[in-house]
């Protein structure tokens, strides 16, 4: 079976984001970045050379498929921000209803900037899918 690409890794987190050089996406990562951590009680961690993570725990498919991924994290990336925000928690659709200006992917919320979302219901979306990912993947 295939080793997962994407891995935990000791690159710096904040030299990857003090090098974005759209200013915009740099103070929003930032934010992000202190969300999160708030969310998780979590110091971040790099995945790969451009997702930051928060937190960790292992999933395995019936596949047989198993590797750690990011209780939850995010990735500043060139056309939006990618969210890495789980789903199958209770308000999940409710909140994303009042958020603003995004788009959704399977476990991926895409925004282009923090100012088109209400940031409030940002936090709380990030708040309940951490403790979703907690509660589903106790060891």
Known sequence: ?????????????????????????????????????????????????????????HYKYASGREGDWPLIGFSPRKQNLTLYVNDGFEQRDELLKSLGKHKT???CLYVNRLDDIDLPTL??????????MIKTHRS
Do not use: C
């Open 1 to 57: 079976m295939a080793e997962p690409k994407t891995k935990r890794n000791a690159g710096s987190v904040e030299a990857f984001l003090n090098s974005l050089p759209d200013e915009q996406k740099r103070r929003d990562a930032f934010t992000l970045l202190d969300i999160m951590r708030k969310a998780t009680q979590a110091e971040p961690q790099m995945w790969g050379s451009n997702i930051i993570g928060f937190g960790v725990y």
């Open 105 to 107: 992917g399977k476990a």
């Open 123 to 132: 936090r709380k979306l990030i708040k309940q899918s951490v403790q979703h």
